[in-house]
């Protein structure tokens, strides 16, 4: 079975970094885009960053400047960078692959569990 497995998150002050990696697992055929969203209470669910497999990006104009994705096809894993962090960043972030299973036939959006990320003094 195909999952996204998140870690990295935590507790952190205002101007701290935290850094979040995700590892896709189970029998998969291929990642197209991986991503990053978050969802703070009483909010909908955004977009933070995405990566394509050939490595372009896209960044939230909120985090522009403070948060780097990257990915290591070799491992499937996808990372968020997050610095200068701020409370507005407070969230559980969740991050989303698209995949093809192995022996499947359609593409899909794929989710984490979700990690709680937590900007406080």
């Known amino acids: 079975q195909v999952q996204l497995v998140e870690s990295g998150g935590g507790l952190v002050q205002p101007g701290g970094s935290l850094r979040l990696s995700c590892a896709a697992s189970g029998s998969i055929w291929g990642i197209n885009a991986m991503g990053w969203y978050r969802q703070a209470p009483g909010k909908q669910r955004e977009l933070v960053a995405a990566?394509?497999?050939?490595?372009?990006?896209n960044y939230a104009d909120s985090v522009k400047g403070r948060f780097t994705i990257s990915r290591d096809n070799a491992k499937n894993t996808v990372y968020l960078q997050m610095n200068s962090l701020k409370p507005e960043d407070t969230a559980v972030y969740y991050c989303?692959?698209?995949?093809?299973?192995?022996?499947?036939?359609?593409?899909?959006?794929?989710w984490g569990q979700g990690t709680q990320v937590t900007v406080s003094s």
């Open positions: 990566i394509t497999s050939g490595g372009s990006t």
């Open positions: 989303n692959a698209d995949m093809r299973p192995l022996g499947g036939s359609y593409w899909r959006g794929y």
